[in-house]
Every structure is written in structure tokens, then in C-alpha cells.
């Protein structure tokens, strides 16, 4: 059969047949969920709990879809430490990532990442791939990235990151639209494609660009100093070191400036300059990158700017900020940027699903209207329950706790709370439980350190040099430490302690935007009060995801701590039906503590 050819939906049978025969024996929550993605006839999303086995019902549904021979299949996920547990557990999968993940051949002594050179002028490697043929255009090794890009079109399920799908699709369509699409963690995606598509534009790259491009390309470093004198007056009117977004006005003038750029000509001159050796590559890689990332990138730009302007049918798609620094620094480049956000993705979400069949699962969807206007998802959702033994953990809402709302708090209540989890850590470590501590900002991470090492509590985190993802994995892989610490941006979700690894969680307080946050005013601009029903379904999502990260199968122990009376307002009204008899909201600390340490003891 050719690929692309449907024959319909799958049925119960298909997906019964094409089960993972690794797996022992299918969960109820799987035996359910292929009977709902038969009964759809298409489409589906499912939020089911963690331990649900939802990695094997995606695998199951792109492997009844390889079985008929249709094609091309993609498995999504947020990260690249995803794309890996994905890979281990199901090896037929092909793994593909973005250029960073990948080394570079053309410059062999300098150890480059495929990202950090100007592919698309070097012309000349010795080491691109062709993509139709697999063979390389020189005598060279194949390049790790263009290879693993090749690799992928041959097969017929492709496991790869939500950014890497988003660029792909949406800028070449090399794949076509997918025959089947499932999206791990879907509730990402949003956030995912905002950072994707965002970009920087500073005052130091224009300024390298433009003396890279005078002699070769006059009239376009005219056009670009153009428009960072206009960028540098804009920004100079702002207040300093603090990001302010730019009014309707100032986009206009930018948008104005790029506008008498001949893109075409520019990125022309640049091309020919890199092919007759006028500018010397080797001497030049990083200049010459940027340059090639602002020719190219022009046209979007241009995109950027205009989405970020209201019309008479939508509300603005982007945003745009301003932030300089007034004093000069030695060594610093840069003093003044413009930030443009992408915002408005869900249309773009929508238009990269597939029409035949998109399965999106997550352990939090949470409210399906909020959901549906983040991310564009708009199909049957089906919940799905637990046969996790809710005596096996605890979801502690202590009644002597602070309002930690910056403006409810009281001067101490920050420090002595932080004071409080600190001691707590060092009861739980001391009769032989690790804990996870997450806090909302670096300010109350430090603090926590100074605080936990004054109790003499053992704190492993990251910084001076290590990475979250380094520390993360010295705590949990190397039994390091009795206490992992970490903001909820890089400990939130995404990092799995199951097995008695950190049977104790402390969420500190909800991550409700700042008011100075450009998007948060963005949004107040967009919604008006209406705002407040996505700011709480994101802390809502967030607080469920930082409760999962300790019980990740039915024979785990583990409890979680919100310590912020913040919680009180939402906490037990987001748990699953079939988590609420854990919740406790009656005790103080103390009591929860004591009643944490009788669960853990079991």
C-alpha cells in the first residue's frame, strides 16, 4: 500500500494487535482508551494519570497505522530528554533532533554545534547530505545532523521534539502531512511554540552585520542602519532595565524601516561574498552566523511585527518589548534589544495537526475551554481515573501557613516559611526520605540554600557552571544530596523521582505572572478580567504537574506540601475525583508532617 493511502478508522481490533508485546498485559485505562479512539473514528485527546501507560497507547496507534503502510507517522514530545526515554522503550522509533543536538564537520578543530555556523551559505560542504538520495555532495562524512534528517524520511514513525516538528512542518513541509500525529504532554505545546518562534533583535548584532555587509551589499547595511538607529531611539525613550512593551506606533515605525529592505538583494550580496572567498569563513563563523540568521530572518521579522499590531478582525498575535541597559559595562556587547513573543499559536497548532488522525494525551488538561484557547485543540477529550491506591500518598494544604501573594505577605512570612520547609527537610532526611524543593524564582531558590545549609540540611542544585539538568541527574542518578532544589521552570515537570528518590515534595507558592512581565501585561491588554481564568488554570496544571513528579507508578510513596495559602483557593477543586481523598487541608505543618512521615514509613 502506498503511503498516505487511508482506510479508515482504526478499530478496537487493530489496536488490540498492535499492543506492545513487551508490556506483561494491557492497563484498563489502555483496554478504555482504544476502545474511545475507535469509537471517535478520528481524533482524540486524553488526560489520564501518570502510570497510565500513555507512551504505549501512542506507540500502539502509530504502530496500527505502519501496519496498513500509511505514512509519514511523528511521535512529539516537549524535550529532548523525552525523545530519548521514547527512543529506549521503543527502538524501531527514529530519533531526530534539532541542529544543537548535532556537531559540525565543516569546521572540524572548533567543535561547533550544526547551529552555531552558516549552513546555508557553506555551499561548498563536503559533507551535506542530499536528502533525496542519502549520499553526500563530497567525499566527506556525512553530516550527523542532515544524515539523521535523512534517516527519519526512510522510516515510518518518527519520534522527535515539538520544536523540531514545528520548523519542519511549518517552514519546509518535508514530510507532508502526517498520516498520524500523537502529541505526549500536549499541554506544552503552546508555551513550546512561543519560545520557539520568539526572537531577539540587539544592537551589537545589527551594528556586526552591518560593517559585515558595506562592501558587499551596500544598500541593504543602509536599510539595516536604518532601522537600528529607529530600534535605538525607541528603545533609548524607554525606562532602563526594565522590559516595556512598545506602543502601536513604534511597531509601526520599525515595521516601516524594514519594509525599504531588499531582502532578495541583500542575502544575494551575502551569498556571493561567502562563495568568491571575499569574506574568509574560518575567520568569521560567528559574525557571519548571526548575519546569516538576521539576512534570513528578515521576511520574518517583518511578520513578527506586523502580527504584533491590532486589526479590525483580531487582537494582536505577537508582542513586542524594549529593554536597554543605561550604564556601559566593560565586556558587555550589548546594551540595547527588542524582544518579539510569539503569542496567538493555537491557529498555527491547529494547522500542524493531522487531519486523519491526532491523538494528545497529558496527565493535566485540566478545563477544556482554557485548554482548547491555549494550544488550538479542539476534539473528543476523554478523563480517565487511577487504580493508583490513594493511601499510598498525601496532598498536604496546611492550615498555619502564609498567604505568600507579594501583596499579602507579611515581611517575615517569605523567609520563615522557607525557614520552616529547611528544618522540615532535615526531619524528612533524617529518617532516611530525600525531598524536592520547588520555589517560583533564583531570589527564593538562594534563599533556600543559604537557609538549608544553616540547618544543616545536604542540598543539591544548579549553578556556578552546573546545569539544572546536570544537578538533577547527580541527585537522582547518583543518590547525591538529600534535598533537590530548583524553581518550578526547571523542576516543575519534566524530571521524574518515582522508586523513593524524593518521596517528599515542597511547593513553595503558585507562579502567578509578575505585573512588571510584558506578557503579563500583554494579557491583561488582550483579556482584560478574563485573564484571570487562564492564569489560573496554568497554576492549576502547574501544581498537578509538581505533584506527579515523585508517584509515577502504582507501588510509589509519595506526598506533597503547598505551602502558600494561594493554594487553598484552587488546590482541591483541581485534584482528580480519584485524588481528593488524599487531600488534607485540615492539618497544621506540623500535623502534616508527622502524618507524611507514617504514609512514607509503610
Known sequence: MNQGEHLGPLTFEELSSAFPRQYRQMHPNQREAFRRIAQARGSVTIEAPTGSGKTAIGYTVLRALAARGEGPLFYVVPNRALVGQVHTLHRDLVEVYGRHEYECLYFPEQNYRADEIPCSLLTDCAHRVDQETGQT??????????????????????????????????????????????????????????????????????????????????????????????????????????????????????????????????????????????????????????????????????????????????????????????????????????VVKAYHVAPLVRSLLSSRMTLAYSATIGDENIFALETGIRQPTYHFGSDFPNENTRVFMPTNTPNLAMQARGRRDLANTIRRIARACRRFNDAGHRCLVVVVSDAERQRFLRMAAEEGVDVVSYGDGVSA???????????????????????????????????????????????????????????????????????????????????????????????????????????????????RGDLTFDEGVEEALEVLER
Request: aromatic share 12%.
Open 137 to 338: 555532495f563530497g567525499r566527506g562524512r556525512r553530516c550527523p545532523y542532515y544524515w539523521a534528517k535523512y534517516q527519519a524520511k526512510q522510516s515510518q514513525i518518527v519520534v522527535c521534539t515539538m520544536a523540531f516538528y514545528l520548523f519542519t512542518q511549518l517552514f519546509s513541509r518535508e514530510w507532508g502531512e502526517p498520516a498520524g500525529l500523537v502529541i505526549d504532554e500536549t499541554h506544552q505545546i503552546a508555551k513550546v511554540f512561543r519560545n520557539a518562534l520568539s526572537f531577539e533583535i540587539s544592537d551589537y548584532h545589527l551594528e556586526s552585520a552591518i560593517r559585515l555587509l558595506e562592501p558587499f551589499a551596500p544598500e541593504g547595511a543602509a536599510g539595516l542602519e536604518v532601522f537600528l538607529e529607529t530600534m535605538n531611539r525607541i528603545v533609548r525613550i524607554k525606562r532602563s532595565n526594565t522590559p516595556s512593551l512598545l506602543e502601536d506606533t513604534e511597531i509601526e515605525e520599525l515595521l516601516m524601516t524594514l519594509m525599504l529592505i531588499d531582502h532578495n538583494r541583500l542575502r544575494q550580496g551575502l551569498s556571493t561574498a561567502v562563495t568568491s572567498g571575499s569574506i574568509d569563513v574560518s575567520q568569521h563563523v560567528e559574525v557571519l552566523t548571526r548575519v546569516d540568521r538576521i539576512v534570513r530572518d528578515l521576511v520574518r521579522y517583518l511578520r513578527a511585527f506586523e502580527f504584533s499590531l491590532p486589526t479590525e478582525d483580531r487582537h494582536p498575535l505577537n508582542y513586542t518589548f524594549a529593554y536597554y541597559d543605561r550604564e556601559q559595562v566593560v565586556g558587555r556587547r550589548v546594551n540595547n534589544r527588542l
Open 469 to 583: 539538568r546536570a544537578a538533577a541527574e547527580r541527585f537522582r542518578d547518583r543518590g547525591e544530596g538529600g534535598v533537590l532544589c530548583g524553581t518550578v521552570a526547571n523542576y516543575g515537570e519534566g524530571i521524574d523521582l518515582p522508586d523513593g528518590k524524593a518521596p517528599v515534595i515542597f511547593f513553595l507558592r503558585p507562579a502567578y505572572p509578575s505585573p512588571n512581565d510584558p506578557a503579563t501585561q500583554f494579557e491583561e491588554r488582550r483579556f482584560g478580567s478574563r485573564r484571570w481564568s487562564v492564569w489560573n488554570w496554568r497554576v492549576m496544571m502547574e501544581a498537578l504537574q509538581v505533584r506527579g513528579r515523585n508517584v509515577r507508578s502504582t507501588t510509589d510513596l509519595g506526598v506533597t506540601f503547598f505551602m502558600s495559602q494561594q493554594f487553598r483557593r484552587f488546590l482541591y477543586g483541581s485534584l482528580p475525583n480519584w485524588l481528593q481523598p488524599a487531600y
